[in-house]
């Protein structure tokens, strides 16, 4: 079992920047990758993009250049550094840790971003 916790979600302006951060506990060490998603309403959940604990990262075209995620792996920590926002990168930014292949995939409770023009 494992706990996720995000933060750092809020109110930025178009071209403004935020990170987000997320907190993991429980069954950490069988976590091999995390990840970040959002969900915008009316629309599918998307990944964001993700990280391996190697430290390979992963993105969507439509952050590509803009985000970065990063991994503290001994604090058990997840971050998502965004810059140059966009109003259509409003939606709300889920945590994702999962073990493997057809194994444990964990979910936080989200946090709101949401970008004005």
């Known amino acids: 079992q494992v706990q996720l916790v995000e933060s750092g979600g809020g109110l930025v302006q178009a071209g403004g920047s935020l990170r987000l951060s997320c907190a993991a506990s429980?069954?950490?060490?069988?976590?091999?990758?995390m990840a970040w998603y959002r969900q915008a309403p009316g629309k599918q959940r998307e990944l964001v993009g993700g990280?391996?604990?190697?430290?390979?990262?992963n993105y969507a075209d439509s952050v590509k250049g803009r985000f970065t995620i990063s991994r503290d792996n001994a604090k058990n920590m997840l971050y998502l550094q965004m810059n140059s926002l966009k109003p259509e990168d409003t939606a709300v930014y889920y945590c994702?840790?999962?073990?493997?292949?057809?194994?444990?995939?964990?979910w936080g409770q989200g946090t709101q971003v949401t970008v004005s023009s």
């Open positions: 429980g069954s950490t060490a069988r976590i091999n990758a």
């Open positions: 994702n840790a999962a073990y493997g292949p057809f194994s444990g995939n964990y």
């Open positions: 990280i391996t604990n190697g430290g390979t990262t």
